[in-house]
T-cell receptor, first 114, second 111 residues
Framework: NAGVTQTPKFQVLKTGQSMTLQCAQD?????MYWYRQDPGMGLRLIYYSASEGTTDKGEVPNGYNVSRLNKREFSLRLESAAPSQTSVYFCASSEFGFSYNEQFFGPGTRLTVL | EDKVVQSPLSLVVHEGDTVTLNCSYE??????LLWYKQEKKAPTFLFMLTSSGIEKKSGRLSSILDKKELFSILNITATQTGDSAIYLCAVTTSGTYKYIFGTGTRLKVLA
């Protein structure tokens, strides 16, 4: 039972390059999330998917796109990377039930854009 | 706009001290409040609180929610260096699937 996995763990891009961050969960959760974490800023929601087939913008969606490929996988794409997107990216999943909605996090991707 | 505020932003204590971390919130249709501990990597879950006045406890950590005054506290007694971490508070609301995070409290425990 791997929980939430993310690839890659580290990435360095040049301004203007594109890349896709991959996330998968094996807990059969309906909801998946992408966050970025910058020093002193806590976790900011980029996009989320409440269930397979749906995606919605979070607090900071500009410059990103997402795909909920199936129930297990949720990818985040940077089409044209900018230095402001240098951050640590976390994927998370949860089963949003009435009495339990703990969120499980992946190990993170540290992205640097030069 | 929904908002979660944590205080203090950072804290340095010595081993054996007791600390209290605060999380206040202003949200529409509160559902639950969650505490996480983040060391070098991903946040790990500590507690989820939904009812006012009921303390959740795990070892030296405990937390309580006050839904009337819209805040929660996380207490750590007899702190150890392994408690050094960022502590994050998040709130969920009915009708959405989002978690609203505070900026976190960075705790450093000195030997």
């Amino acid at each position: 039972n791997a929980g939430v996995t993310q690839t890659p763990k580290f990435q360095v891009l040049k301004t203007g390059q594109s890349m896709t961050l991959q996330c998968a969960q094996d807990m059969n959760h309906n909801s998946m999330y992408w966050y970025r974490q910058d020093p002193g800023m806590g976790l900011r929601l980029i996009y989320y998917s409440a269930s397979e087939g749906t995606t919605d913008k979070g607090e900071v969606p500009n410059g990103y796109n997402v795909s909920r490929l199936n129930k297990r996988e949720f990818s985040l794409r940077l089409e044209s990377a900018a230095p402001s997107q240098t951050s640590v990216y976390f994927c998370a999943s949860s089963e949003f039930g009435f009495s339990y909605n703990e969120q499980f996090f992946g190990p993170g991707t540290r992205l640097t854009v030069l | 706009e929904d908002k979660v505020v944590q205080s203090p932003l950072s804290l340095v204590v010595h081993e054996g001290d007791t600390v209290t971390l605060n999380c206040s919130y202003e949200v529409t249709n509160f559902r639950s409040l969650l505490w996480y501990k983040q060391e070098k990597k991903a946040p790990t879950f500590l507690f989820m609180l939904t009812s006012s006045g009921i303390e959740k406890k795990s070892g030296r950590l405990s937390s309580i929610l006050d839904k009337k005054e819209l805040f929660s506290i996380l207490n750590i007694t007899a702190t150890q260096t392994g408690d050094s971490a960022i502590y994050l508070c998040a709130v969920t609301t009915s009708g959405t699937y989002k978690y609203i995070f505070g900026t976190g409290t960075r705790l450093k425990v000195l030997a």
